[in-house]
């Protein structure tokens, strides 16, 4: 779709045109289509709100929480349910999601894998944010809410768009590990990590008595290109 793009098409056509080649469509070498460049946050329909009895929270848009390019659009009001590091990995004999239902939860999980650190830890390949959210999602999930630890700053990811689009039905979101530890105090992340860390096994947990509202709206920004095909007749 840029400038470069456009020339480098008309460049290729009239080099097929000059050996002979057909256009692929009788009338133009062109076969034209739309690829996604960028994921937008839309100015209306994006909110995080943590529920505790009658009362609420709204957390702040781009300062304490941020949709993430892989997320679906949607809403949803969620369970909330801390899994650890979001792995499942019977292989590995690691599964942060064992003994605890998620159906219809928005779950809570710390970004990297707990062995991070080592060269040698077999773990860290389920360290990807897709991979977790796939796995939340085969869980029967709803939202995943990633939170940094020892391994990240306290700060916002970027919404990017990212390879491989979003993941269908899941609601994404990345928070501020203050933030969210700040009004759901039974969340301590330093403490889950460590006990993670040293026992080798999940500190997965679920806070009754909160649910979290979730709201995602996002867009695709479109940019036209084309193809370039040619075909010898015979």
Do not use: W
């Not at 070498?29 to 505790?52: C, E, M, P, R, W």
């Amino acid at each position: 779709g840029t400038k470069g793009n456009v020339l480098a098409a008309e460049y290729i056509k009239k080099q097929f045109k000059n050996i002979g080649l057909q256009p692929y469509n009788q009338a133009d070498y062109f076969q034209d289509f739309s690829i996604v460049t960028d994921i937008l946050l839309n100015s209306k329909g994006n909110a995080l709100v943590l529920n505790h009895g009658k009362k609420g929270h709204s957390f702040l848009l781009q300062k304490e929480f941020i949709p993430l390019g892989i997320s679906d659009t949607g809403m949803a009001q969620c369970p909330i349910v801390f899994a650890g590091y979001g792995i499942s990995s019977p292989a590995d004999n690691y599964d942060d999601y064992g003994g605890i239902d998620v159906k219809n939860a928005l779950v809570i999980v710390l970004r990297g894998a707990p062995e991070q650190d080592s060269p040698h830890g077999n773990l860290s390949q389920f360290a990807g944010l897709r991979s977790k959210a796939m796995t939340a999602k085969e869980k029967g999930a709803k939202a995943l809410l990633c939170v940094s630890g020892s391994q990240f700053p306290d700060s916002l990811m970027q919404l990017r768009f990212e390879q491989g689009g979003k993941v269908d039905g899941m609601l994404i979101l990345n928070a501020l590990t203050s933030a969210i530890e700040s009004y759901l105090p039974e969340l301590n992340v330093t403490s889950l990590e460590n006990e993670i860390k040293s026992s080798k096994k999940p500190a997965s947990k679920i806070f009754a008595d909160h649910s979290m509202n979730i709201h995602i709206s996002l867009s695709e920004k479109k940019v036209q290109t084309s193809n370039v095909i040619g075909y010898i007749p015979g």
